[in-house]
Nanobody
Framework: QVQLEESGGGLVQTGGSLRLSCAAS????????MGWFRQAPGKEREFVAA????????YYTDSVKGRFTVSRDNAKNTVYLQMNSLKPEDTAVYYC????????????????????WGQGTQVTVSS
């Protein structure tokens, strides 16, 4: 069983920055594929970023490329999402997800590709 806990959300103005953290339980964190998703009111949960194993492989959805950076510290069992140049359309509840099985990115970019989820943290970007 893997438990995930996000932190770092909040209210920020357009153009500002936030760093989300996700602390994970488990002794084999380095083997987990970690993902970040977000869900705005009335919309489906959407993929934001994913990072594999040691962090050498990372993927982003097009709308956040160049603004968001996903990273992980396997010694601390933590994954991060650095969000810069935030826009009002980034407003959503952000979720951390984990899975112990790495599959093709077409699978890992879907919520169904992850078995474990955090409770989410709210990010609000004011215009």
């Amino acid at each position: 069983q893997v438990q995930l806990e996000e932190s770092g959300g909040g209210l920020v103005q357009t153009g500002g920055s936030l760093r989300l953290s996700c602390a994970a339980s488990g002794r084999t964190f380095s083997s987990y594929v970690m993902g970040w998703f977000r869900q705005a009111p009335g919309k489906e949960r959407e993929f934001v970023a994913a990072i594999f194993w040691s962090g050498g492989i990372r993927y982003y959805t097009d709308s956040v490329k160049g603004r968001f950076t996903v990273s992980r510290d396997n010694a601390k069992n933590t994954v991060y999402l650095q969000m810069n140049s935030l826009k009002p359309e980034d407003t959503a509840v952000y979720y951390c997800a984990a899975d112990t099985t790495a599959q093709a990115m077409g699978v890992m970019s879907l919520p169904s590709g992850y078995e474990y989820w955090g409770q989410g943290t709210q990010v609000t970007v004011s215009s």
